[in-house]
């Protein structure tokens, strides 16, 4: 998944010789947290409500205060490793850029929610754990048994760690029954099964 298809491209920016109290109201009344700063089209910095809450009394203006030549990324980057950089160096946004042009922001929101949607858990999936050792080839095993019940697997954890070691897996079926029944046929003991929550 790329940061493109998840970024937000209606950015709300402002410029560093906006007034602080004018920031402020800018981020209260669009529900954000960070705004890129640019200086004409071109990104020079970022400020946040925390850079605004920690503004010493002498600051007026966003100048005083941004992040300046912050972290961006492009488009064309992967989802996670936008989370990796966001992670690392602590930053709960990024400008998107391409060259000198701002695209859009992914923000800490953008990346979970893409995270979540990757998982499957927003669908109608099962999670299932499978318990002991596994054998050899066991994901392409266990993959083959889910697509032969017309099934979809999510993700897949072995836990090497926990005795007897564990599979955990979520996947997307019709009859999690029979797929059930085929991995306890094929060698794997299944320890638990839980279902997705009923839509109310």
Known sequence: MLVRDR?????ITTEPQRSLAEVRA???????RQVPVLRGDRVVGIVTDRDLR???AAAKRVADVMTAKPFVISPDASVDEA???MRTYKIGALPVVDGAALLGILTASDVLDAFVDLSGVAEPTYRIVLTGEPGKQFE???RHIVEKRRGELKWL????????AEIHLRVKVRHVDDV???LEA????VSSVVAPPRVR
Do not use: C, N, Q, T
């Open 7 to 11: 970024m937000v491209r209606k950015v």
């Open 83 to 85: 989370a990796r950089l």
């Open 54 to 56: 920690s503004a010493p």
């Open 180 to 182: 059930e029944s085929d």
């Open 26 to 32: 800018l981020l209260r009344r669009h529900r954000v």
């Open 140 to 142: 392409a095993r266990i």
């Open 186 to 189: 094929a060698g794997f003991e």
């Open 157 to 164: 954890h072995y836990d090497a760690k926990h005795r007897p």
